[in-house]
């Protein structure tokens, strides 16, 4: 369990801060052997690491028994109650609130032309930048700004629907997030809207080009069909999910006692499902430690082996919103820009 207080944080601090954030998670397996479930002492919490993805599943989709526990450092680091601090009811009534708006064919359809707008006026601003920008910082320096800029916007919005001003052609996703309702006809507090998103805004160059090639003359914006054509990117867009995902674990915590293939969860330890650990496990992906998108092809994943967005009812809903971001943003990157001396000074190609 490590030493008082603290456990095994310093540890796990010192293996993620040395380019090797498997060093903690090997320790444990070379320790204790491979049996996929193992007790610890993280972020001021007695805890229980799960790494095996029946058992994963298992917790996911456990909502009577495990509930969300994150630590108070990530919650401050998302502000997104209605995501991750509420109950597993309310969670519920949130998610069927949000989950219509952003998920299915058809709604990401909407979307393209604006992600297409944003991508295309980033990347060229980007290029015009003659040192590195450090993405993450700039990120984390933007979020409080973000927050302050929506909630008026939030606030006026209202106000003109109230009023029938707002009649646009194009709904957007506030919009739309503004009139839905529940039930029993509750609607989203402003707040609630406010760090929905929020959090939701952080949410082969050959290959590109061929979908130009095969494109009508008349059609001068890319489609959803040409990105589900884009089967290589896909490949692409999953092996990062696997080797890099910005999220290393899920967090939740036991409101029972429970137990999972013989072993005793107590009630109140903090349970982590160390997706990074099944992603870079060669078991389920040989040659794990490899970026290879090529490995994707006609790979049937054993469930439980690849979980970027979570699972159970708590599936990150911006899933294939997210997916398609990137697809776009990666689609103009590789056809339009090349990066010289560091990865993200860029210029245009032509």
């Not at 293996?15 to 090797?20: A, E, I």
């Not at 490995?295 to 009812?313: E, H, I, Q, R």
Request: hydrophobic content about 35%.
């Amino acid at each position: 369990m490590g030493w008082p207080l603290i456990g095994n944080l310093l540890a796990f601090i010192k293996d993620f801060s040395s380019g090797q954030p498997d060093s903690f998670i090997n320790n444990l397996i070379l320790k204790n052997g491979r049996n996929g479930i193992y007790k610890t002492h993280l972020f001021g919490n007695p805890s229980i690491i799960i790494c095996e993805p029946e058992m994963c599943r298992q917790v996911l989709s456990d909502d009577e028994n495990f509930k969300f526990g994150y630590p108070k450092s990530i919650k401050e680091l998302t502000k997104c109650r209605p995501m991750i601090d509420v109950s597993n009811s309310e969670h519920r009534r949130f998610r069927r609130l949000i989950t219509a708006p952003i998920v299915g064919q058809n709604t990401l359809g909407v979307y393209m032309e604006r992600i297409e707008d944003i991508v295309i006026n980033s990347l060229e601003e980007m290029s015009s930048i003659k040192h590195p920008i450090e993405l993450f910082k700039e990120m984390k320096k933007s979020r409080k700004k973000i927050s302050k800029i929506l909630q008026p916007i939030v606030e006026e919005r209202k106000m003109m629907i109230k009023n029938g001003e707002h009649a646009g052609e194009r709904k957007d996703l506030m919009d739309i997030i503004l009139e839905i309702k529940d039930e029993n006809g509750r609607k989203l507090e402003d707040e609630d809207i406010s760090d929905l998103l929020v959090g939701l805004l952080f949410a082969g160059h050959e290959k590109q080009e061929e979908i130009l090639r095969n494109r009508q003359t008349s059609q001068k914006r890319l489609s959803l069909n040409e990105v589900k054509q884009m089967v290589y990117l896909s490949h692409v867009i999953n092996e990062v999910l696997r080797c890099a995902n910005i999220a290393f674990s899920t967090f939740r915590e036991a409101t029972s006692d429970i137990n999972i293939n013989g072993y005793l969860i107590p009630k109140g330890w903090r349970v982590l499902i160390w997706m990074r650990a099944i992603h870079m496990d060669s078991i389920y992906y040989p040659n794990a430690e490899e970026f290879n998108p090529s490995g994707w092809d006609d790979c049937t994943v054993k469930a439980g082996t690849f979980l970027p967005f979570g699972a159970g009812s708590r599936l990150c809903p911006g899933g294939d919103l997210a997916k398609l971001e990137i697809s776009v943003f990666l689609h103009y990157f590789l056809l339009n820009y090349r990066d010289i001396y560091e990865p993200l000074i860029l210029t245009r190609r032509y």
